[in-house]
């Protein structure tokens, strides 16, 4: 059995009987949770979609209780409650899918929330200052992540022109460890707001890679 926790970002929704105003990065997700049910028939997918579920951004209270030393308060519990079934999420998960559009060349709000609660000292890594300059440590490991994203201009995509903009894929990718992702795997439609031939071939090649990924994942799981 394999789990898989599928997050996705978008404010737009995706379905195939529709072609107006659809999400391209739930459309991706869709195509990897197909593909890979059909490739490995043994696989648990949770979904948590936060534009439906919006995470509650952190605050002062928050931030006390997840540094709070010794037991913890019954308001302290209550104000970690949503943080502990995120990451109790995460540490179930074997594949971690991330479906995102860039907005404003960075993560949706929603998204940037999600990660304040699942990157979480003593849950997701460890600070020891007898580690000198570094004293952060992820806690998870080997899982596998995998940004599936879509933008409006091109040429984002590491060692690419533009890549220095893109602070959707740079910034996931630099958190990754903290989810404990030990493989990280994008891929991206493009020339959205152009609405050419090239966002056509750029959606057709993005499916391709989808597919190609998941049977390399299933033939390693396998």
């Known amino acids: 059995m394999k789990n898989i926790l599928y997050i996705s970002s978008s404010v737009r929704k995706y379905s195939e009987t529709s072609s107006q ?11 990897f949770l197909t593909e890979f049910s059909c490739c490995t028939h043994e696989v648990e997918i949770t979904h948590r979609d936060l534009s439906v579920k919006q995470p509650t951004f952190i605050d002062e209270a928050f931030i006390a209780a997840a540094f709070a030393k010794g037991v913890l308060s019954e308001e302290q519990r209550l104000v970690l409650a949503e943080s502990d079934e995120i990451i109790k999420e995460v540490t179930n998960a074997d594949i971690i899918v991330i479906a995102s559009p860039m907005y404003n060349y960075g993560m949706p709000a929603v998204l940037k929330a999600w990660f304040d609660m699942v990157i ?6 460890s600070f020891d200052l ?6 952060l440590e992820p806690i998870l490991s080997g899982k596998t992540l995998v940004l599936l994203a879509s933008w409006g201009e091109f040429a984002f995509k590491k060692g690419e022109s533009q890549y220095h903009l893109n602070h959707l894929s740079s910034h996931i990718e630099q958190l990754a460890p903290y989810l404990g992702a030990e493989a990280f795997y994008e891929i991206a ?6 609405g050419d031939d090239r966002h056509k071939q750029s ?3 993005a499916i391709e890679e989808i597919n190609n990924l998941v049977h390399m994942l299933s033939n390693q799981n396998s």
């Open 21 to 31: 105003h659809q999400s391209i990065s739930r459309m991706l997700g869709e195509q």
């Open 203 to 205: 959606k057709a090649l």
């Open 120 to 125: 979480r000292v003593n849950k997701t890594f």
């Open 189 to 194: 439609s493009e020339y959205q707001e152009f």
């Open 130 to 135: 007898a580690r000198g300059d570094k004293p």
